[in-house]
């Protein structure tokens, strides 16, 4: 007896499956190396004169190349992987838009001073931190969800191990 697909696009192999971190970092780092080479073309209006302050012109240039070669090489290992290939896609085509706009070569003249910005610098920088910061703690102690036991055990009998989404992989 054939069983109607899931409402929602997923089959019982893909169902409850974490995302690739390769992916998803290769996604994050190329929309945040797009944001960057943003703020690097347009500094009066997206970055902010008191953060401006506390990081070198240098520090953010080698911030942004090692982001824009990090989405490359995390985008292509989780391609290869065949792990979230869109999403890891995403991150190599932000990444590529951002070189092709630039990347860290991008020259820019004196800052004038305007009467407001935007502080996009400040986004970034401590949403890439953050991120460095407390993705590992969330994967190394992350709690398992209610309808999985220990180990990835399914505790009802009706769900299959196959959807328990705290099994590790």
Do not use: K
Request: include cysteine; glycine fraction near 8%; charge should be positive.
């Amino acid at each position: 007896m054939n069983t109607p697909a899931p409402v929602d696009g997923t089959d019982d192999a893909t169902a409850g499956r974490r995302r690739s971190l390769l992916a998803c970092t290769a996604a994050m780092l190329g929309v945040l190396a797009l944001l960057a080479v943003a703020c690097f073309h347009f500094p009066e209006w997206l970055t902010s004169r008191d953060i401006r302050a506390l990081y070198s012109e240098r520090f953010a240039r080698d911030v942004l190349l090692a982001g824009i070669v990090a989405a490359f090489v995390s985008g292509t290992l989780a391609v290869l992987r065949r792990r979230d290939r869109r999403i890891a896609a995403v991150g190599v085509g932000a990444a590529t838009l951002a070189l092709l706009l630039g990347g860290a070569t991008v020259e820019f003249d004196t800052l004038q001073p305007t009467p407001f910005s935007l502080g996009l610098d400040w986004f970034v920088l401590s949403l890439l931190f953050s991120a460095i910061a407390f993705v590992p703690l969330e994967r190394t102690f992350a709690q398992p969800s209610a309808r999985c036991g220990p180990a990835g055990a399914p505790t009802s009998p009706t769900s299959s191990r196959a959807t328990c989404s705290c099994r590790r992989s």
